[in-house]
């Protein structure tokens, strides 16, 4: 949650939070759906922003796991499954809103980073593309003993195979980055039945 405006008391502060909710759900937008809802219910009482200046909830991600947790992690921070981790809060000041955009390239790089491209995703999803289509290539081949489907086999097998330890590393920075290195029952799960 960001840009939130809480009533505690006589005081209004701006503030944002993590938090983690285990939901069961038939699919990923059903569980986004109640996830927010909760949320929602829970704040209604204490958000004061007007329709001018409105809160922004958004997902950060969306893991399909087997059993429910009291904690889980997320980037560099353990966010609870009840309650809210709140950010440090500051004073609501009139007329004075920070620009996300004003400063050096050391902000855009925060913005950037705070965006979670999911790089080790992209990289495997690539790779694990790569071999059926070398494969359908090699069957044309097979079937029309055409040398260019041969030649085209054999490139994408190579692009897969050089691409394979790209995949395999920043799978382990992700794991290190956002479970700390916990070796959780769907990690054994990959690594005994992955391919």
Same mark, same amino acid.
């Given at each position: ?11 209004? &502060? ?15 937008s ?6 927010? @809802? ?7 009482d ?7 200046? /409105? ?23 353990v966010? /609870?499954?009840?309650?809210? =981790? ?19 390239? $050391? ?7 705070? &965006?979670d ?12 593309? =790569?071999?059926?289509?070398?494969? $359908? ?5 097979? $079937?029309?003993?055409? @040398? ?10 190579? $692009?897969a *195979? ?5 995949s395999?590393? *920043? ?25």
């Amino acid at each position: 949650g960001q840009n939130f405006l809480i009533k505690r008391g006589s005081k209004v &502060k701006r503030t944002g939070f993590y938090a983690a909710r285990s939901v069961e759900a038939n699919d990923m937008s059903a569980a986004t759906e109640i996830a927010m @809802a909760s949320f929602r219910a829970d704040l209604k009482d204490i958000v004061v922003n007007d329709e001018s200046d /409105p809160p922004a909830l958004k997902v950060e991600e969306i893991c399909e796991v087997y059993y429910f947790q009291d904690e889980m992690a997320l980037e560099d921070r353990v966010v /609870p499954t009840k309650g809210y =981790l709140w950010d440090d809060e500051k004073e609501e000041e009139s007329g004075m809103i920070e620009n996300p955009w004003h400063g050096s390239w $050391l902000t855009l790089w925060e913005s950037i980073k705070e &965006k979670d491209a999911h790089i080790h995703t992209m990289v495997i999803h690539f790779t694990n593309a =790569l071999y059926p289509v070398a494969i $359908l290539f090699m069957f044309l081949f097979l $079937l029309f003993g055409s @040398a260019s489907f041969h030649q085209t086999y054999f490139y994408i097998m190579v $692009l897969a *195979t050089l691409s394979t330890p790209i995949s395999y590393v *920043t799978g382990i920075f992700d794991w290190k980055r956002r479970y700390q290195g916990a070796m959780k029952p769907i990690f054994i799960s990959k690594i005994r039945y992955g391919p």
